[in-house]
């Protein structure tokens, strides 16, 4: 009897395992764009000066890139869950932070830049803008990350440039 049952249980997983795999949304060379961003870093601003940690790592079967953000003083944290969207065929990063913000942004990898942006938006004025966040990938390995804020589809202001370099 006990033979039957370890078959039984070994065929049920098997067929499980398959399905999964059959069934995978993001089994796909797409998936992993964005991979070029996974590790711990350390984060530098334009002047040198150390401005936070992050880790990239994949959960969910490697299909959502995870960040975990803290600053360098550790009073100001983010995380934000990075996937591809087999649907509309774009990435997708939903950012929220410890200080009541949030961001959703979309777009696509070209080249060696995986450039997302919000939707457009008005504020209070009535005037409209959006965000723009590319994260290129050097030849060296680090990654740079410059987001900016295009309003009135013309006026650019520069919201944070930084550089990832891996830590050790």
């Given at each position: 009897?006990?033979l039957?049952?370890?078959?039984?249980?070994?065929?049920?997983?098997?067929?499980?395992s398959?399905?999964?795999d059959v069934?995978?949304?993001?089994?796909n060379?797409?998936?992993?764009?964005?991979?070029?961003?996974?590790?711990?870093w350390?984060?530098?601003?334009?002047k040198?000066?150390?401005?936070?940690?992050?880790?990239?790592?994949?959960?969910?079967?490697?299909?959502?890139?995870r960040?975990n953000?803290?600053?360098?003083?550790?009073?100001?944290t983010?995380?934000?869950?990075?996937?591809?969207?087999?649907?509309?065929?774009?990435?997708?990063?939903?950012?929220?932070?410890?200080?009541g913000?949030?961001?959703h942004?979309?777009?696509?990898?070209?080249?060696?830049?995986?450039?997302?942006k919000?939707e457009v938006?008005?504020?209070?004025?009535?005037?409209?803008?959006?965000?723009?966040?590319?994260?290129?990938?050097?030849?060296?390995?680090?990654v740079?990350?410059?987001?900016?804020?295009i309003?009135?589809?013309?006026?650019?202001?520069?919201?944070?440039?930084?550089?990832?370099?891996?830590?050790?």
């Amino acid at each position: 009897m006990k033979l039957y049952v370890n078959v039984f249980f070994m065929l049920l997983f098997s067929f499980s395992s398959y399905a999964q795999d059959v069934n995978c949304k993001c089994c796909n060379e797409k998936n992993n764009e964005f991979d070029f961003w996974l590790g711990s870093w350390t984060v530098t601003n334009t002047k040198g000066e150390i401005v936070g940690k992050n880790e990239i790592d994949k959960i969910q079967n490697n299909c959502i890139l995870r960040e975990n953000w803290t600053s360098a003083k550790g009073h100001f944290t983010g995380t934000s869950n990075n996937f591809y969207n087999s649907v509309t065929e774009q990435w997708e990063q939903i950012w929220i932070d410890n200080q009541g913000g949030s961001l959703h942004l979309k777009g696509n990898r070209v080249d060696n830049q995986m450039i997302l942006k919000t939707e457009v938006a008005n504020n209070k004025d009535g005037n409209s803008y959006f965000h723009r966040v590319t994260w290129t990938l050097n030849d060296d390995g680090s990654v740079r990350q410059y987001w900016e804020t295009i309003a009135n589809g013309k006026d650019i202001s520069v919201v944070f440039d930084g550089l990832y370099k891996k830590s050790n």
